[in-house]
């Protein structure tokens, strides 16, 4: 079994973060410690978190990802270095499935599945990024790891919030480039392994949830604030990974994509035309920031002074479920809270006679809750109205999840 060291970095979330936490400490994975690089905010929020004593917590108040994340694995003291969003929780089976991609050898770098908003839709799966930073969509086996090997000009992409690597690796490489802030930093380091030939898994199995929550560089509902990051970003990858003579046409290209991203935000009334504007003039004003941060040598980073300081697994005790009635949910809620105080992983099933699409939440007291119409749709792609039996419908959920979740399908 390889130790692990999940590194969670947070600004200005302290709210999203111990949520985030509350959900890793349910990790069914045996050997895993987590650490926080955390702004005054964050670090505030856990002074009287259940288990902040076991937690390393890094200070750091500087908005750059980057440079945090290189913190992070400066302290990290596992094998195997995972991450994750603070504005992401991890199914319970997580760091099963991503750290058991690493028992193959040539494996250098692992990446899962990050589900969206609703708990149901997939907001990621699997890709690869060109030198352009442009993305591409990737045909897999939907249930099965897949190790792939980088082609000329393209990598294999791992999402910043469900990706892990082997330390060393990483480490002696540099980490993560501080001259992305934010935005493709870790599409830098898929190009820079795959330059050295690394492989990586998709593991789909590897579960996230992603809520994109609110930041200092966009609102809750997504619009951006600002796209100087975005933009400076976009300029030093293509100053790293770009032909020189294509360069202009993948900026071009990437600035009528925001463009448009704006334009829409507009005509649905997010945005005002000065905004847009503004915003617009930020990306080029970012853009032309970008060329600025040159590329240059990254210094291996510092192996972890302070050991593995394992993390005490918060649901030792098995697995929960709660199933029936919306009429009933504040019985069912109860419970449930109880059952995680008790140490259990915990899942409960609520469902209103109604065509309510599906959707399903970590919440705040630490189970999950799946809750929607009984004829109503979970994925998306079902049909809208469905004539299920209350017991049919939970067995379906049940089914759909209970890999992920750790219980087995026929209860």
Not at 246 to 264: G, I, N, V
Not at 332 to 339: I, L, M, T, Y
Request: contains cysteine.
């Amino acid at each position: 079994m390889r130790t692990a060291s999940v590194i969670v970095v947070s600004n200005g979330r302290p709210d999203a973060l111990r949520r985030c936490l509350t959900a890793i400490g349910q990790l069914f994975y045996p050997a895993f410690e987590i650490v926080v690089v955390a702004d005054r905010s964050g670090t505030a929020a856990l002074k009287d978190f259940d288990g902040v004593d076991a937690i390393k917590l890094v200070p750091f108040d500087e908005p750059n990802i980057s440079a945090a994340r290189n913190l992070g694995i400066e302290h990290a003291a596992g094998e195997i270095v995972a991450f994750i969003d603070d504005d992401a929780v991890p199914e319970p089976t997580w760091l099963d499935e991503l750290a058991g991609a690493f028992d193959d050898p040539e494996v250098s770098a692992a990446g899962g599945y990050v589900r969206g908003r609703n708990g149901v839709s997939w907001q990621w799966r699997a890709g690869t990024v060109d030198d352009g930073g442009r993305t591409h969509p990737l045909r897999l086996d939907h249930d099965t790891p897949t190790v792939l090997h980088p082609a000329h000009g393209r990598a294999i992409k791992t999402e910043g919030t469900n990706m892990a690597f082997r330390r060393d690796v990483l480490a002696t490489m540099g980490g993560f480039d501080p001259a992305y802030r934010f935005y493709l930093d870790e599409s830098d380091v898929n190009m820079r392994l795959a330059a050295q030939g690394h492989a990586t898994a998709i593991v789909p199995r590897a579960e996230v949830h992603h809520g994109f929550a609110a930041s200092a560089r966009r609102r809750q509902d997504r619009v951006p604030l600002d796209l100087f990051e975005i933009g400076a970003s976009h300029a030093a990858f293509l100053l790293r990974h770009c032909p020189e003579t294509e360069r202009p046409t993948f900026r071009a290209a990437f600035a009528d994509e925001q463009r448009k991203r704006l334009l829409r935000h507009m005509v649905e009334g997010r945005l005002a035309p000065g905004d847009v504007r503004k915003l617009l003039k930020r990306l080029y004003q970012g853009f032309d920031e970008g060329v600025m941060r040159r590329p240059r040598s990254l210094v291996p980073l510092a192996r972890a002074a302070d050991g593995f300081t394992p993390f005490p697994r918060a649901a030792p005790n098995g697995t929960r479920l709660h199933t029936g009635r919306w009429l009933h949910r504040a019985n069912f809620r109860r419970k449930a809270a109880q059952d995680v105080a008790n140490g259990h992983v915990t899942s409960v099933m609520i469902f209103s006679p109604t065509t309510l699409y599906g959707r399903v939440a970590f919440t705040k007291d630490g189970y999950w809750e799946h809750r929607g119409g009984q004829f109503g749709k979970m994925d998306r792609h079902d049909p809208t109205f469905k004539p299920l039996t209350l017991r049919q419908k939970i067995r379906k959920e049940v089914r759909r999840v209970a890999q992920a979740r750790g219980f087995q399908p026929q209860q």
